[in-house]
């Protein structure tokens, strides 16, 4: 079975500071690694993701995460944050292979004060 | 090239009713994915479908609900005898083909029971 846990339901951040919003993961196989962003009201949209290969992705609106798996990790970072960043992250993990079902943590609510 | 479709974007239902949620994926995309988010929690997956298929439905509660994904037309989920506990945010991911492993999301549907 798999499962995520991010730490820190809500992190709060200054304009222009540095942002890390962790997800650890449990897969018994290796797994493939997403981070989703929800803007209220809204729906997810794709941030970044890891399948095989480069261990640190690139996102859009200037994210990034590094895949550890010694550690079991999948944390996101950007290295500025913006009043526009302000949102729910959530992070998710499937199988890899064939299309299947993604597993979300409970998301991190990200708040960027002036 | 629209986005995944979801509709009604909200729906009010008493206790009792039945609710139908719609979901059109993405031109291309032949498989569809059902989560639910209740207030202040992550997504749980429900049911995962292709074409005339139920693939996965490990996550839809055994009663009352049902969901389809008929040849022609959008994927339904179908709640019959709504209850309180079913208040939530319904959400439709769709993918490409069996060997796609990104999701993309619709808006939503959000369900409210009174």
């Known amino acids: 079975a798999q499962s995520v846990t991010q730490l820190g339901s809500h992190v709060s951040v200054s304009e222009g500071a540095l942002v890390l919003l962790r997800c650890n993961y449990s897969?018994?196989?290796?797994?493939?690694l997403f981070w989703y962003v929800q803007y209220p009201n809204q729906g997810l949209q794709l941030l970044l993701k890891y399948t095989t290969g480069a261990t640190l992705v690139k996102g859009i609106n200037g994210f990034e995460a590094e895949f550890k798996k010694s550690e079991t990790s999948f944390h996101l970072t950007k290295p500025s944050a913006h009043m526009s960043d302000a949102a729910e992250y959530f992070c998710?993990?499937?199988?890899?292979?064939?299309?299947?079902?993604?597993?979300f943590g409970t998301g991190t609510r990200l708040q960027v004060t002036l | 090239n629209a986005g995944v479709m979801q509709n009604p974007r909200h729906l009010v239902r008493r206790r009792g009713q039945e609710a139908r949620l719609r979901c059109s994926p993405m031109?291309?995309?032949?498989?569809v994915y059902w989560y639910r988010q209740l207030p202040e929690e992550g997504l749980k997956f429900m049911v995962y479908l292709q074409k005339e298929n139920i693939i996965d439905e490990s996550g839809m509660p055994k009663e009352r609900f049902s969901a389809e994904f008929p040849k022609e037309g959008p994927s339904i989920l179908r709640i019959q005898q709504v209850v309180r506990g079913d208040s939530a945010a319904y959400f439709c991911?769709?993918?490409?083909?069996?060997?796609?492993?990104?999701?993309?999301f619709g808006p939503g549907t959000r369900l409210t029971v009174t």
């Open positions: 031109k291309g995309h032949s498989h």
């Open positions: 991911a769709s993918s490409r083909t069996s060997d796609s492993y990104e999701q993309y």
């Open positions: 998710a993990v499937s199988e890899t292979g064939t299309a299947s079902k993604l597993t």
């Open positions: 897969s018994s196989v290796p797994p493939y």
